[in-house]
């Protein structure tokens, strides 16, 4: 048999469920560029004695009850939405319009329709309480005109959007309808990698299909989305999937199905699942205000590396290192300053800086919250009023001069109207770079505020500084309007 093999495409946007007339949208695909694909050679395991015991069979999960108990309340959702006016049909390609066959030929074509034409898509959902409310995604349902919900049964009902929120992606649903099967929750707290689970949803509209698998990691951050920590499986989930939900063996609904990578925009082993927890706290909202709001310190962190946790006297690195501050915001208020590592947020250790925004943002506004920081080897609590988020960051995670001898850079002092354009005090810019400053991504223009937590404001004081540093040292630099730590090995 003949293989067919495809250019392999780079997908790198988040798919809404109804964007395409004839395809069916569903689950969201990314695909980042630094993932790389490997095949492994395995060699010829030597021959092995045959045991006359007979083999021990180890029993597979058996997903026929979840199955039963909840395939009833999984719904197929179907949304309309409108698309852009349709423009007149396009020119006859390689046919002059001088040409006595161009009017014959025209004659053929099939004629485009002007205005609007409707979009269709697809995705899944579930019902979480016997009068009609569903949970699904956002993106399944955003900037649709209208929404269909077909239960198992086949019935369908118009669905009302009762609020979406984009940032976690979640949505919910209200049909007009009572005594309707439904799911059972589970607050995903307990849930441990390597555990098997469920999936039911419609890929690419087959209604119901059911697809297993295992968790492979937690609190799993991706671009663009810093207020959910994903639960990452290896669940075939395709587009259609979107919205539905994932089960433990306890027949519990753990997550929502979110999002895959992939280069085909199909599966490729890498599920993305919101926890059920996160779309629990964003369905009461929804419902009791119509939106969601959301804690916020005002600070700019990034992640800890090994360079950077020497640099700042760490055991390990670990912990959200600040790299600025927001004026007036309120952790300027309580004291926060750049250089801070904190490492606890209301007693929960910060192993990722990724998951500090995510513990903000499910602050209430108002509320207070206790930090454990450290600052230039000493650790503190410092009290903080989380405000609310309004169009700023919560604690936005960032990606992860002097001696032209040590550092490798030449520098200069900024004059005041300098500092005045840039909105610092003191610092010096790099006027050229070299050897480990180049090494470490340092350039020319970038401003350097502070050696190791201590403001720079001369020549001088930086030499003195890095006289005294050890093999690392960690630079706050300022880049156009972006402030950063970074780590320099300096031997």
């Not at 395991?45 to 045991?51: F, I, L, N, T, Y």
């Not at 990724?354 to 602050?363: D, G, K, Y």
């Not at 002092?413 to 005045?420: H, I, R, S, W």
């Not at 003195?464 to 950063?484: F, P, T, Y």
């Amino acid at each position: 048999m003949k293989q067919i093999t495809k250019p392999k495409m780079l997908v790198r946007s988040l798919i809404a469920a109804g964007v395409i007339a004839v395809g069916l949208g569903g689950c969201a695909k990314y695909d980042p560029s630094v993932f790389q694909q490997a095949v492994a050679g395995s060699a010829s395991a030597p021959a092995m004695a045959v045991s006359a015991q007979p083999a021990t069979v180890a029993a597979l999960p058996d997903f026929t009850g979840i199955v039963t108990q909840n395939g009833p309340a999984v719904v197929h959702i179907s949304v309309t939405q409108k698309a852009e006016p349709a423009g007149s049909a396009p020119a006859m390609q390689g046919l002059d319009p001088s040409d006595p066959f161009y009017e014959f030929f025209r004659q053929f074509r099939v004629p485009i329709p002007h205005g609007q034409m409707p979009l269709q898509g697809v995705g899944s959902g579930f019902i979480v309480s016997p009068d009609g409310v569903i949970l699904t995604n956002a993106h399944v349902v955003d900037g649709a005109t209208e929404v269909t919900v077909k239960l198992t049964d086949k019935r369908e009902f118009k669905a009302k959007v009762t609020g979406i929120d984009k940032p976690t992606d979640v949505a919910v649903l209200k049909i007009d309808a009572k005594n309707l099967p439904t799911v059972k929750l589970d607050k995903a707290d307990d849930v441990k990698v390597g555990e098997w689970v469920v999936a039911i949803g419609s890929p690419y509209g087959f209604e119901n299909t059911v697809t297993s698998g295992i968790v492979s990691a937690k609190w799993r951050t991706l671009p663009g989305d810093s207020y959910v920590p994903f639960i990452q499986t290896d669940v075939a989930v395709n587009p259609g999937n979107s919205g539905g939900p994932l089960f433990n063996m306890r027949g519990e609904v753990i997550g929502i199905n979110s999002q895959i990578y992939s280069r085909s925009g199909g599966y490729q082993g890498l599920s993305f699942s919101v926890p059920i927890n996160v779309a629990l706290g964003i369905q009461d909202q929804l419902m009791q205000h119509g939106s969601v709001t959301r804690g916020r310190l005002g600070v700019t962190i990034q992640d800890v590396n090994q360079a950077l946790a020497d640099s700042f006297g760490l055991k390990k690195p670990a912990g959200a290192l600040v790299s600025s501050v927001e004026q007036e915001s309120p952790a300027a208020k309580a004291g926060l300053q750049p250089g801070d590592v904190i490492l606890r947020y209301n007693g929960k250790d910060i192993l990722s800086s990724s998951q500090l925004p995510v513990l903000v943002a499910n602050t209430g506004p108002g509320t207070a919250a206790r930090l454990d920081v450290m600052r230039k080897g000493e650790t503190r609590h410092i009290d903080v009023t989380v405000g609310e988020l309004k169009n700023a960051r919560v604690a936005a995670a960032d990606v992860a001069g002097q001696d032209h001898g040590r550092l490798g850079v030449v520098v200069r002092p900024l004059d005041p109207d300098e500092q005045k354009q840039a909105g610092v005090t003191g610092g010096l810019v790099v006027e050229n770079a070299t050897g480990p400053a180049a090494n470490a991504g340092i350039q020319p223009g970038d401003m350097i505020l502070s050696v190791n937590g201590t403001p720079v404001r001369s020549v001088e004081q930086l030499q003195s500084l890095l006289s005294k540093a050890g093999k690392h040292v960690a630079l706050l630099i300022q880049r156009d309007d972006m402030k950063r730590f970074v780590a320099i090995d300096i031997g």
